[in-house]
């Protein structure tokens, strides 16, 4: 019987993920890197189920500046930064991400983490109690994402003080929902 059991649970594991269950994990959370934390140990998409940030050349950014700093509330000479990534579980590409954030708004710590590390923007930034505020979400891709796009999320990262820590387009892939 707890064989049997045991065969059941692994047929239900290996069953392929609907977009709605997908997109409800992701509106569960602030943090879309926590959400993929869990997706991913749910899914069983890797061993060990740990989200890394890969970071993608620096090129240009595909929003213009004056837009980033509209949406950062700061002002044109503050800095502002971008993080490019690809999050990663195990080899499966789950996320393609933009993350336009204020440098200022972050420890020292914060800032030399999110330059020289695989540590996701979303588990560097928790200490600050972020919440999410979605903008835009749309059912497959719209620029910049990439061709096999899922589901792509537009949205700002907001600090308890009301101050804009991040501006984010997520793009999420295919790999997402495969058993």
């Known amino acids: 019987m707890a064989f049997s059991l045991v065969l059941a649970l692994a047929a239900a594991t290996a069953q ?10 992701l509106e569960s959370h602030d943090s879309a890197t926590q959400a993929l934390d869990e997706w991913c140990e749910k899914r069983h998409l890797a061993d060990p189920a740990v ?13 213009p500046p004056v837009t980033i700093r509209r949406m950062l509330t700061i002002g044109r000479g503050d800095a502002y930064a971008l993080r490019h990534v690809d999050l990663v579980c195990g080899t499966k590409v789950l996320s393609v991400a933009w993350n336009w954030y204020n440098p200022a708004r972050l420890t020292t710590e914060m800032n030399a983490a999110l330059a020289e590390s695989d540590v996701p923007f979303g588990k560097v930034t928790a200490p600050l109690k972020f919440r999410r505020a979605p903008l835009k979400t749309v059912k497959g891709r719209i620029a910049p994402c ?12 907001v600090l308890p003080d009301g101050n804009t820590l991040a501006y984010v387009i997520e793009c999420y892939t295919a790999a997402n929902l495969k058993p």
């Not at 392929?16 to 994990?25: C, G, I």
């Not at 990439?146 to 999320?153: E, G, L, R, Y």
Request: hydrophobic share 45%; net charge positive; glycine share 2%.
């Open 51 to 63: 989200i890394k940030a890969q970071l993608k050349a620096k090129g240009r950014s595909p929003i």
């Open 16 to 25: 392929p993920a609907t977009l709605a269950e997908f997109e409800a994990k």
């Open 146 to 157: 990439p061709a096999k796009t899922i589901s792509t999320h537009r949205a700002l990262l």
